[in-house]
Every structure is written in C-alpha cells, then in structure tokens.
C-alpha cells in the first residue's frame, strides 16, 4: 500500500536549521509532483515548497524563499526539505504530499512531522 513516512521534525531554536525527509512506498515516485505543506495552530494548511517529476525549478511560498530548499532523490523514493534560519513563525506540522494529475489522478499524504522553533 501506499506510505508516506516524514521524519526530521523537532525542537530548534530561531536561527537553527532542520532537515526533513519523506520516504515513500507504494507508487511511482518519479512520476510525481512532491510537496511539503504545513499548518500552525488555527490556521489553515498552506503549501510551503513543490518540485516537479521532472526536478526542474522548484516553487516556494514568499516567506520561505532563500531559506527553505526541497529536493528530491528518486533513486531512494524520498523527497527533502531543508530548512535554514528558522524563525518562530515556522512552528507547524509539516506534511509531504505526492501528486499525480490527469484521467488518473492521485494525491498521497504522509502523517506530518512537527516543527517547533522556539527559543
């Protein structure tokens, strides 16, 4: 069956810098669009980071540019986000997401791992 698995979240202080991963199982990673979204308390979920099958430029939400980075290692089956220069606004689960469009369209999500930046 199809899994998505984070891992990576915790406790880090503003400034620090934390790397999540997501390993999945299940489909056809390469094919997919991969995503991280997260959701802070009261707030609605919001998309964070995407990168394509295809690995090209990858998008980002404003308040992450130049700090955040995902990547993605197909030969593994995971996808990354590395975060850099954490502030406290950052605080949320953080979700993996793998998109499939078209006539068979497919959307997977993982569990979530937390994030707490805090000092």
């Known amino acids: 069956q199809v899994q998505l698995v984070e891992s990576g979240g915790g406790l880090v202080q503003p400034g620090g810098s934390l790397r999540l991963s997501c390993a999945t199982s299940?489909?056809?990673?390469?094919?997919?669009?991969l995503s991280w979204y997260r959701q802070a308390p009261g707030k609605e979920r919001e998309l964070v980071a995407v990168i394509t099958s295809s690995g090209g430029m990858p998008n980002y939400e404003d308040s992450v540019k130049g700090r955040f980075t995902i990547s993605r290692d197909n030969s593994k089956n995971t996808v990354y986000l590395q975060m850099n220069s954490l502030k406290p606004e950052d605080t949320a689960v953080y979700y993996c997401?793998?998109?499939?469009?078209?006539?068979?369209?497919?959307?997977?999500w993982g569990q979530g791992t937390q994030v707490t930046v805090s000092s």
């Open positions: 299940g489909f056809t990673f390469s094919i997919y669009s």
């Open positions: 997401n793998a998109n499939k469009r078209g006539v068979f369209a497919r959307d997977y």
